[in-house]
């Protein structure tokens, strides 16, 4: 069974930084692309970034959305199976609930996880 | 930035009857695009992709069609449990981008 299980959000002042992490398990997680959505209270969903697995065809290893280029980093330990995203210069926007999800055939997303929720507020 | 608009934004429906959900691409996105279920205080669901494949475990009432900019998301008889939020998606271009939601409810 796929499973994936966030952790390390929190609340944090605005110009903080957190680093999020996302353990998976159920598949082999090397192979695949992996990625966060973030979605703030009460709106829609947002692609935040895509980092691809070892072998995940061609193109670019990492993709950031605009809103967050420059101020977050992603990336994965294969060995530990866990996906991370390093936010820093946080601003109020950035309050969401942040979504570890991976990657189908496509750049679609075929198992998430529970979520884990980031509020940035003084 | 490709963006999707969904129609309508909330959709009122009767158990059983048809419910029809739209998503208009700003340019063409082929085939490569989803739809997902999202029900209060749980994370996004795969139910399409490829425009119309169902995910799997995906019930056979929920069906999608379309292709290029017009896509359509067809639940065929309406249960108790298909009252959520329903979001569409294209993995055509960077950056991958999401409709706005339609909200699906009682009537």
């Known amino acids: 069974e796929v499973q994936m299980l966030e952790s390390g959000g929190g609340l944090v002042q605005p110009g903080g930084s957190l680093r999020l992490s996302c353990v998976a398990s159920g598949f082999n997680f090397n192979s695949y692309a992996m990625n966060w959505v973030r979605q703030a209270p009460g709106k829609g969903l947002e692609w935040v970034s895509t980092i691809r697995g070892t072998g995940d065809g061609a193109g670019d290893r990492i993709y950031y959305a605009d809103s967050v280029r420059g101020r977050f980093t992603i990336s994965r330990d294969d060995s530990k199976n866990t996906l991370y995203l390093q936010m820093s210069s946080l601003r109020a926007e950035d309050t969401a609930i942040y979504y570890c999800?991976?990657?189908?055939?496509?750049?679609?997303?075929?198992?998430w996880g529970q979520g884990t929720l980031v509020t940035v507020s003084s | 930035e490709i963006v999707l608009t969904q129609s309508p934004a909330t959709l009122s429906v009767s158990p059983g009857e048809r419910a029809t959900l739209s998503c208009r691409a700003s340019q063409s996105v082929g085939s490569n695009f989803g739809w997902y279920q999202q029900k209060p205080g749980q994370a996004p669901r795969l139910l399409i992709y490829?425009?119309?494949t169902r995910a799997t475990g995906i019930p056979a009432r929920f069906s999608g069609s379309g292709s290029g900019t017009e896509f359509t998301l067809t639940i065929s008889s309406v249960q108790s449990e298909d009252f959520a939020v329903y979001y569409c998606?294209?993995?055509?271009?960077?950056?991958?981008?999401f409709g706005g939601g339609t909200k699906v409810e009682i009537k």
């Open positions: 998606q294209q993995y055509n271009k960077w950056p991958l981008t």
């Open positions: 999800a991976k990657r189908g055939p496509a750049f679609y997303f075929d198992y």
């Open positions: 490829g425009a119309s």
